[in-house]
């Protein structure tokens, strides 16, 4: 007879709100995407390396959390938050114009991505 508890082959339940704030995320993460893409097709867009490098991380970021099922467990958790988080760095509050839209919609998947691993 084993003397192993349920809990030690079984992952941990997640709260229930996390299916809501993983869809968050993704909300987030759509509206960055979004946000790069006119600014991507804005006239004032400079096709720079610089430019192309941010364009190309938020692209690989945001394909990556489109490929994820929703999370099931804290390492599903733990992976839609990594997926997103290369978005988080070459986007800075200085910058004028449709990158300051970009920074503040970062801004609030910053945030949905900490409230998803907070209740966790």
């Given amino acids: 007879m084993s003397t192993d508890s349920p809990s030690q082959h079984e992952p941990a339940s997640l709260p229930s709100d996390i299916a809501h704030l993983a869809g968050t995320v993704r909300t ?7 946000r790069v893409g006119e600014w ?3 006239p004032t867009w400079r096709d720079d390396e610089t430019n192309r490098r941010r364009y190309d991380v938020t692209a690989h970021a945001v394909a990556a959390v489109d490929g994820l099922p929703d999370p099931a467990d804290r390492d599903g958790v733990a992976a839609l ?4 988080r290369p978005v988080a760095e070459p986007w800075r509050p ?3 114009g449709p990158e300051q839209a970009i920074y503040a919609a970062v801004d609030r ?5 900490r409230q998803l691993t907070d209740a966790v």
């Fill in 94 to 96: 200085n910058r004028a």
């Fill in 28 to 34: 987030a993460a759509a509206e960055v995407w979004r």
């Fill in 81 to 84: 938050a990594e997926a997103v």
């Fill in 109 to 113: 998947l910053r945030d949905a991505v």
């Fill in 40 to 42: 991507r097709d804005a």
